[in-house]
């Protein structure tokens, strides 16, 4: 880590190869699509190198790289001034919220991720810090800047969202 912080290529290098497909699995899980993905993850590396020195081995390495990427992740999400809704009629008129009994599916790890890209930008960024990152929701409403509420009401219509679309690739896949 004191040569990653002497601005050691060889270093950071090493630094990058043991974390990149760990960050990586990180953005693509808040992108919409690999490129994103992409942009977000370089960027956030860049900083994480930029901001090594803050590193003081309190907790993991990993978990403050981890909060860098997600930090940057969000950050893509404010620029894009985009306002985390709790309803968009337009698209969830024949939404349910009603939960469901659970039900496990065979999926990949790639199908999972794939499906997660594809929920709406503001449930996806409320489902995977609540889920993935482990967030409360009075956190993620603080860093949102939106009610514990909406937050709530966000991940449940995620939820239901990725329950019904999982159904139906589960269906489509065992009928082809």
């Given at each position: 880590m004191e040569r990653c912080k002497r601005n050691d290529p060889k270093a950071q290098s090493e630094i990058?190869?043991?974390?990149?497909?760990?960050?990586?699995?990180?953005?693509?899980?808040?992108?919409?699509?690999?490129?994103?993905?992409?942009?977000?993850?370089?960027?956030?590396?860049?900083?994480?190198?930029?901001?090594?020195?803050?590193?003081?081995?309190?907790?993991?390495?990993?978990?403050?790289?981890?909060?860098?990427?997600?930090?940057?992740?969000?950050?893509?999400?404010?620029?894009?001034?985009?306002?985390?809704?709790?309803?968009?009629?337009?698209?969830?008129?024949?939404?349910?919220?009603?939960?469901?009994?659970?039900?496990?599916?065979?999926?990949?790890?790639?199908?999972?991720?794939?499906?997660?890209?594809?929920?709406?930008?503001?449930?996806?960024?409320?489902?995977?810090?609540?889920?993935?990152?482990?967030?409360?929701?009075?956190?993620?409403?603080?860093s949102l800047n939106i009610s514990v509420g909406t937050s709530k009401s966000n991940l449940s219509r995620?939820?239901?969202?990725?329950?019904?679309?999982?159904?139906?690739?589960?269906?489509?896949?065992?009928?082809?």
């Amino acid at each position: 880590m004191e040569r990653c912080k002497r601005n050691d290529p060889k270093a950071q290098s090493e630094i990058y190869e043991r974390f990149s497909s760990v960050m990586f699995a990180v953005c693509m899980r808040y992108s919409h699509c690999r490129d994103d993905a992409q942009d977000t993850f370089q960027e956030a590396f860049i900083k994480a190198f930029q901001k090594i020195d803050s590193y003081n081995g309190d907790g993991s390495f990993e978990g403050w790289l981890r909060r860098i990427m997600v930090n940057k992740c969000m950050d893509k999400f404010r620029s894009k001034r985009l306002t985390i809704v709790t309803d968009n009629p337009q698209i969830y008129q024949e939404q349910e919220l009603e939960e469901e009994e659970e039900v496990e599916l065979p999926y990949s790890n790639d199908e999972l991720i794939s499906t997660i890209q594809e929920l709406p930008d503001q449930y996806r960024l409320v489902f995977n810090m609540y889920v993935v990152e482990n967030y409360t929701h009075a956190e993620i409403a603080e860093s949102l800047n939106i009610s514990v509420g909406t937050s709530k009401s966000n991940l449940s219509r995620a939820k239901a969202w990725l329950r019904k679309e999982l159904k139906k690739k589960y269906v489509k896949t065992n009928i082809a």
